[in-house]
């Protein structure tokens, strides 16, 4: 018995600390096992947290941009609404001032033409319905004889492109003086004034090279050279004194149309 009892305690002696490790082991395994899910856990956290983040950057960026691209518009119909405004109001005193001063010429002039038994140039052709500038074309001519160097007068001008005037593009842009306005431009390099715009005229009225000064109501004072030839509506009493070239047939017809009250003076006849 005493035997059984030795042998019984030795036993104990060697399960006891056994089971003690194991149970310890276990807790360190729980405690490793715990520690590497909850550094998992913040890793993922910072992750969402960080992709938040960017998302709310990218969202800010993308509403400022919008908001600046609102703001641009804005300003750019604003401009606009300024310009035709401006626009107005500049035809509206071309218009004033016609009615209180180039009218009256006008009746004078063909008062006195008629009681000398003159007729104006060309068809005679005093207004027109086409404009985008007043409710009526003033067209005035300072007698019926040939224009001179100094002579002045006032009329309205129209507007033909540089791709005037052929279905076939290869004719495009040639003027009665050889000057081709297509591939050259709409300026010329006058070896005494310098660079100026280009016109068409009538024969009648004026020899090729001839310059003009011109006062427009809307695009100002510019000088312009007689290069090319004009249909039947062009010339001194006609329903236009001149054809300016512009960049295009379309940009003639949509954005120029018709200028009227426009004062010329010749400054030269020919070269």
């Not at 003033?138 to 492109?161: D, L």
Request: glycine share 8%; charged share 30%.
């Amino acid at each position: 018995m005493k035997k059984f009892m030795y042998l019984l305690n030795i036993l104990l002696l060697l399960l006891i600390p056994t089971a003690l490790y194991i149970a310890v082991e276990n807790d360190t395994i729980s405690y490793r096992t715990n520690i590497v899910s909850s550094t998992k856990m913040i890793k993922t956290t910072i992750l969402v947290d960080r992709s938040n983040k960017k998302k709310e950057i990218r969202e800010e960026e993308e509403r400022k941009r919008e908001e600046e691209a609102l703001e641009a518009r804005r300003l750019a119909l604003k401009e606009e609404e300024e310009r035709k405004n401006k626009e107005a109001l500049i035809k509206a005193n071309a218009v004033k001032s016609a009615s209180a001063v180039t009218k009256v010429q006008v009746v004078e002039q063909i008062g006195s033409l008629e009681s000398s038994g003159n007729a104006l140039h060309g068809d005679g052709d005093v207004s027109s319905s086409d404009s985008n500038v007043g409710d009526t074309t003033t067209v005035i001519v300072g007698s019926s004889e040939k224009a001179y160097v100094g002579y002045k007068f006032s009329g309205s001008m129209s507007a033909y492109g540089r791709d005037c005037c052929s279905s076939n593009p290869d004719y495009w842009g040639q003027t009665a003086s050889g000057f081709n306005i297509y591939t050259n431009g709409m300026y010329y390099n006058d070896s005494e004034y310098g660079r100026v715009r280009i016109l068409a005229a009538s024969k009648d009225d004026f020899y090729l090279y001839s310059v003009i000064q011109v006062n427009d109501p809307i695009d100002g004072a510019y000088r312009a050279i007689v290069l090319d030839r004009g249909d039947k509506n062009i010339g001194i009493g006609r329903r236009f004194v001149f054809d300016l070239v512009v960049e295009s047939q379309e940009w003639a017809r949509l954005h120029y149309g018709v200028h009227r009250n426009v004062d010329f003076e010749v400054l030269r006849l020919g070269k």
